[in-house]
């Protein structure tokens, strides 16, 4: 059998969509007869001539999250011979959750001229399907394997930990507050932040870990508790809770906002916690700080889940059914 070529074009490589949803797959794709390929989007005219060109090549396109200009979306459709469009946040609105005339415009323009549309989760399938009745929701998923690290936790502390990056930072600023209140009632309390940048506390220990591929899993495996604190707005709706799913993985009981995707993830005080004001996150904190056992049970069923319902071997399943 002839195997069939399918390129990914992207934002970059160091996005974590292009990981997440295109190069994680790549092992799957050539043991299922694909060659797989990733392209940088570039705004140069003639890296977007030459893109057509691999566009011609290939047996299907899959353009994740990248939105182009008019002209240009009519060239790619007419090079590719079967495109899809990928994405996994809100890009029809602003990043604060206000309606944007233009992305909504320009995101209608791609879905409208894809072959097929996979969504990352149903928020996000709902508005595609405005536009294109094939839609299908592939939600993001992990490798729960990279996440079977059996570090060493602190006994004598309790660590919380965020991870992220400067673009979600406002989220943990503003949950600070309550942690350092907490800090001064059980001072066992951590919290460790995996991220790009530092977060300044007075009374609370702050340990900061720089982000790294090859250390993610057993800096999150070392903690206790994860911790996703999110607004709930039309931007948000649309994240994947990639953050949820990596700390269920790791085995860490997870308190989340109760936002978007969050409700789908998360079963209420199964497989982690969801929480919607300010009482509610504290009430859930000081529960699992306090009792190990509930801890543990937390994190063991939310190990299962995550490794059940959202492992990339399964999702890939469903992708190479809809290829």
């Known amino acids: 059998m002839t195997a069939k070529k399918i390129v990914f074009i992207s934002k970059g490589l160091h996005s974590a969509s292009t990981r997440y949803r295109a190069l994680d797959y790549f092992p799957y794709l050539r043991e299922a007869g694909w060659i797989p390929e990733h392209v940088s989007a570039s705004s140069n005219p003639l890296a977007r001539l030459a893109l057509l060109g691999r566009a011609a090549q290939a047996d299907a396109v899959v353009v994740l999250r990248k939105v182009f200009p008019s002209f240009y979306v009519k060239l790619l459709r007419n090079a590719a011979n079967y495109l899809i469009f990928d994405f996994d946040d809100a890009i029809f609105v602003r990043s604060n959750g206000s309606p944007s005339h233009r992305r909504a415009r320009r995101f209608a323009r791609i879905v409208q001229a894809c072959d097929q549309v996979w969504a990352g989760n149903s928020y996000l399938a709902a508005e595609a399907q405005r536009y294109n009745d094939q839609v299908t929701v592939l ?5 729960p394997e990279k996440y079977d ?4 936790r602190p ?8 991870i992220g990056s400067r673009s979600t930072r406002r989220y943990l600023v503003k949950l600070t507050p309550l942690l350092e209140d907490l800090a001064q009632e059980l001072p066992q309390l951590r919290l460790k932040i995996i991220a790009d940048f530092d977060l300044p506390a007075s009374k609370l220990t702050v340990l900061s870990v720089p982000w790294r591929e090859q250390t993610e899993a057993l800096e999150l495996a070392s903690a206790h508790i994860g911790i996703a604190p999110m607004a709930d707005n039309s931007w948000t709706r649309g994240k994947c809770g990639l953050k949820v799913l990596q700390y269920m993985a790791a085995g860490l009981a997870t308190v989340a906002s109760m936002a978007g995707v969050h409700r789908d993830i998360v079963e209420q005080g199964v497989s982690g916690f969801l929480a919607a ?9 000081r529960r699992l700080i306090v009792d190990a056992p509930l801890r543990e049970r937390i994190g063991a069923r939310g190990k299962r889940e995550a490794t059940e319902r959202f492992s990339l071997a399964a999702t890939f399943a469903r992708m190479q059914s809809l290829l």
């Open 149 to 152: 690290v059996r570090p060493t």
């Open 277 to 285: 004001s300010t009482d509610e996150w504290r009430e859930a904190l």
């Open 155 to 162: 006994v004598d502390t309790v660590d919380l930990v965020w």
């Open 139 to 143: 939600p993001t998923s992990i490798v």
